[in-house]
């Protein structure tokens, strides 16, 4: 059973810097590709990065690019989000998601084609 538990948020200010983690159970990197979302009230869930589980290429939203590593651990298959220059937009709950793939193949932006998701953690940046 695939499970992912994300943790590392918090209430921060402008400016400064956060770094979330996604533990997981149940699977391995090399078959998923490994994603972040976040979801602001009343906005739809957005695209933040990803991670190839095949090849480690690296996939950026626009609005994070520069600013957010994401990055893994797979030895012990954990998921980071490095995030720094943390603005007020960035407020947001953010998920971890994961997608089974049989051979590599691009990480997609789309929320609807993750198989797996976290119940997220709260990033509030404060201006």
């Known amino acids: 059973q695939v499970r992912l538990v994300e943790s590392g948020g918090g209430l921060v200010q402008a400016g400064d810097s956060l770094r979330l983690s996604c533990a997981t159970s149940?699977?391995?990197?090399?078959?998923?590709?490994m994603a972040w979302f976040r979801q602001a009230p009343g906005k739809e869930r957005e695209f933040v990065a990803a991670l190839g589980g095949m090849d480690d290429i690296l996939y950026y939203g626009n609005s994070v690019k520069g600013r957010f590593t994401i990055s893994g651990d797979r030895a012990e298959n954990i998921l980071f989000l490095e995030m720094k220059n943390l603005l007020p937009e960035d407020t947001a709950l953010y998920y971890c998601?994961?997608?089974?793939?049989?051979?590599?193949?691009?990480?997609?932006?789309?929320?609807?084609?993750?198989?797996?998701w976290g119940q997220g953690t709260q990033v509030t940046v404060s201006s």
């Open positions: 149940g699977l391995l990197f090399r078959n998923y590709n």
């Open positions: 998601a994961a997608e089974f793939i049989g051979r590599p193949q691009p990480a997609p932006r789309s929320a609807g084609s993750y198989d797996y």
